[in-house]
């Protein structure tokens, strides 16, 4: 089965995120959002080890972003909890997780392409509401 497929709801909720913050900072890129998503692959390859996560230069706009969507991925894993959200789903494995933020690495990388600059942002918002 297909990552998209089998995690369905847990890339919504991440997209669900990165489109919230997107909305209030139009000057937003695709290369943000793929610098914080790697930012985010590598705290938790630095946790499985465990060592310090290496410093990826944030910008204050990518820092912001980072958390939130870190704090959407830290509930799918079933250790946070999402205000509104109530009792949160299923908890995912880290490999999971990992797998669901290559995945709109991977998204971002085609639609960046075919749209530019925000190619991937302005494609996934027509369908975030």
């Known amino acids: 089965m297909r990552i ?10 991440m ?4 489109v919230r913050v997107y909305r209030s900072h139009r000057d937003m890129s695709d290369h943000s959002v793929r610098i914080v998503l ?13 060592r310090e996560p290496r410093d990826m230069h944030l910008t204050d706009l ?18 946070a909890v ?3 959200a109530g009792e949160g ?6 490999e999971d997780m990992a797998l669901c933020l290559k995945r709109i690495i991977k998204s971002i990388d085609r639609w960046n392409r075919l749209g530019g600059r925000r190619g ?6 027509q369908y975030v509401v």
């Open 4 to 13: 998209e497929e089998q995690f369905t709801d847990v890339l919504q909720n």
């Open 15 to 18: 997209e669900f995120a990165i």
């Open 38 to 50: 790697e930012a985010i692959l590598e705290d938790y390859a630095a946790e499985r080890v465990p």
């Open 62 to 79: 990518e820092r912001m972003l980072k958390e939130e969507v870190k704090k959407m991925c830290e509930w799918r894993l079933g250790r």
């Open 82 to 84: 999402v205000d509104g």
């Open 89 to 94: 789903p299923k908890p995912i494995s880290m």
């Open 120 to 125: 991937y942002l302005d494609f996934v918002s």
